[in-house]
């Protein structure tokens, strides 16, 4: 159980990063690797130094992201989507989000495989492994993409990719994560697509009979703090009701409610409530996000870099390899399809090196079952290939940025 101790660690941390936040905007530095780099010196600080004990375990950990932060991130992302933009590039998007992104998973966990190809590091990890670095987090790369004037349909491509990609990739590692521990020889591949078709589709429909009855909530009653009381109630009640009471994709329910409840207003009420929801909201997925990357600064261990530098890399190779192959492969095939507007090269490149890894890469690693014999090797890879995308690529793709505006981005 987390202890009074922890809630006051993490929310003096909250309050640091938001003091820092003015200095990391001044130097260039993304928020995220602030938060890590507090997170991991606030822990070596308060636990080394004092022995004070937070009460963070590994086992409440998963409780602690599935049902309090993932519902957050997914239900604010899914209502402030404009659905009109993104029904225009909805061939691309699908794409990216769907078929892709199992392709994707699938070229990473070969990558990871062959590549450690070790006794101790079987297909089912493999397999764990792509589905968890398979989802895009690129609030970074959107900011980067808002100062430089780019065109607002390769924001809104990368954005509702990171929707759609997160809640499917989710999906995609609770049938992976159950396979790894009932063992892929009690499953079969059929059973496995039946589960994973299933829970995402079951899902969807519980979130959309969630969305609908908020509609009618808010339809019968004018008081903005209902509504706002509805938004927040609608989010865990859709994703506990999927997931904990009919076995089915909690975020996938998260999903399909905060995209109805956006439809077609971007809100329930008049334009002042709609923008006081919308800040509420802004908060909230704020704290939950910069929560995930305390949680992964203080349960970075320099061991995992260390012992496991060789796996990292390969993770990394993998990552890059599978994401240039999904998009400089089927990009300008997709560009040949009667009605759907081409990519340029350009904006495939930006894709291409703006799939970043984030947040929901680092909750569903701070998640796996300890009762798999791998699962630290997994989370050092996940971590490593965080860091590498924090550090590496949304560090250089200002100067990638400004480099395709000056031939027309």
């Not at 908060?283 to 796996?311: C, H, K, P, R, S």
């Not at 399809?337 to 890469?361: I, K, M, N, S």
Request: net charge neutral; charged share 10%.
């Amino acid at each position: 159980m987390v202890t009074p101790v922890a809630f006051l660690f993490f929310f003096t941390l909250l309050l640091i990063a938001a003091l820092l936040e003015p200095l990391c905007e001044r130097c260039g530095v993304p928020d995220s690797i602030c938060l890590v780099v507090l997170g991991y010196a606030g822990s070596e600080f308060v636990v080394r130094l004092f022995h004070i004990d937070t009460g963070i375990r590994w086992d409440n950990i998963n409780q602690i992201i599935f049902y309090g932060i993932l519902p957050i991130l997914i239900f604010r992302a899914s209502i402030e989507i404009n659905i009109r933009a993104l029904w225009n590039d909805i061939v691309p998007i699908i794409l990216l989000s769907f078929p892709l992104l199992v392709l994707s998973a699938a070229i990473t966990a070969a990558g990871v495989y062959y590549g450690i190809h070790h006794p101790g590091f079987p297909w089912e990890a493999a397999l764990l492994t792509g589905a968890l670095l398979c989802a895009t987090d690129p609030a970074a790369v959107l900011s980067l993409l808002k100062k430089t004037n780019a065109p607002q349909r390769l924001g809104l491509i990368l954005e509702a990719e990171s929707l759609f990609n997160d809640a499917t990739a989710i999906v995609l590692y609770s049938v992976f994560s159950a396979m790894a521990v009932t063992g892929l020889q009690n499953s079969t591949w059929g059973s496995a697509m039946l589960q994973f078709t299933t829970v995402f589709c079951g899902g969807l429909a519980v979130g959309a009979l969630t969305g609908i009855v908020a509609r009618f909530i808010f339809k019968a009653t004018g008081r903005t703090r209902i509504h706002v009381l509805v938004t927040f109630l609608c989010a865990y009640v859709a994703f506990i009701l999927a997931d904990r009471f009919m076995n089915l994709s909690g975020v996938m329910a998260v999903l399909a409610a905060g995209l109805i409840i956006g439809v077609p207003g971007r809100g329930p009420g008049g334009d002042a409530e709609k923008n006081f929801i919308t800040e509420l909201w802004e908060i909230a997925d704020y704290i939950a996000g910069a929560l995930i990357f305390l949680l992964a600064g203080v349960t970075i261990n320099i061991t995992m870099f260390t012992d496991q530098w060789l796996a990292i890399l390969i993770g990394i190779a993998a990552v890059i390899a599978a994401r240039m192959i999904i998009i400089f492969g089927v990009f300008p095939l997709m560009n040949r399809f009667p009605r759907v507007t081409p990519v340029p090269v350009q904006h495939q490149v930006v894709l291409a090196w703006g799939g970043v890894r984030g947040t929901v890469t680092l909750a569903l690693a701070l998640s796996l079952p300890l009762s798999l014999g791998y699962w630290y090797t997994i989370q050092s890879i996940a971590y490593g290939v965080v860091m590498f995308t924090l550090f590496v690529q949304t560090a250089t793709m200002n100067p990638l940025l400004r480099r395709l505006n000056s031939i027309n981005l």
